[in-house]
């Protein structure tokens, strides 16, 4: 019995964070500040018009608010996003793309986005399956960098 519980336990471990619906969320192995600076560079290399950087924890201390760190950094693609805005403009509510680093309550940080597919279905967009596709591994791909070591 115990070796079941210590391998649901473990298994458990490997498992993602568990995260809002929609939310796609990985480890990072820096700090915030550290791994949002990546992920501006990356996104930016990658050809990404990074719009804003907002520290919320800065945000919240200037409030006399203790917040542990967390940063939001928002940048697109418009040829990307326009073609979703064509097929349905709802969808503009949850563009441009996003990404979230945070620090939990055990100390972890986390990179958390918004899940192309989810958000697609979301607001019945059923004709972009290709550029949703390429949105999905896109930015797992940045998310990924982020969070490395390299």
């Given at each position: 019995m ?8 473990l ?6 964070v568990?995260?809002a ?5 990985i ?5 915030v500040?550290?791994?949002m ?5 990356i996104?930016?290399?990658?050809g990404?018009?990074?719009i ?6 800065k ?18 693609k418009?040829?990307?996003?326009s073609?979703?805005?064509?097929s349905?403009p709802?969808?503009?509510?949850d ?5 979230l ?24 967009i ?10 999905t591994?896109?930015?797992?791909k ?9």
């Open positions: 115990k070796r079941i519980l210590v391998a649901c336990v298994a458990l471990a490997a498992l993602p568990l995260a619906e929609g939310l796609n969320v480890s990072s192995s820096h700090d500040t550290t791994t600076d990546r992920l501006e560079k996104v930016t290399g990658a990404f018009k990074v804003a950087r907002v520290n919320h924890g945000a919240a201390q200037g409030a006399g608010i203790a917040l542990k760190p967390v940063e939001l950094l928002i940048f697109g418009p040829k990307a996003g073609l979703l805005m064509q349905q709802s969808v503009a509510i563009l441009p793309m996003k990404f680093v945070w620090e939990d309550a055990s100390g972890k940080v986390n990179i958390g986005w918004n899940d192309s597919a989810w958000i697609a279905a979301r607001h019945g059923a004709d972009q399956d290709k550029l949703v596709n390429k949105m591994g896109a930015l797992r940045l998310a990924t960098r982020g969070a490395g070591s390299d």
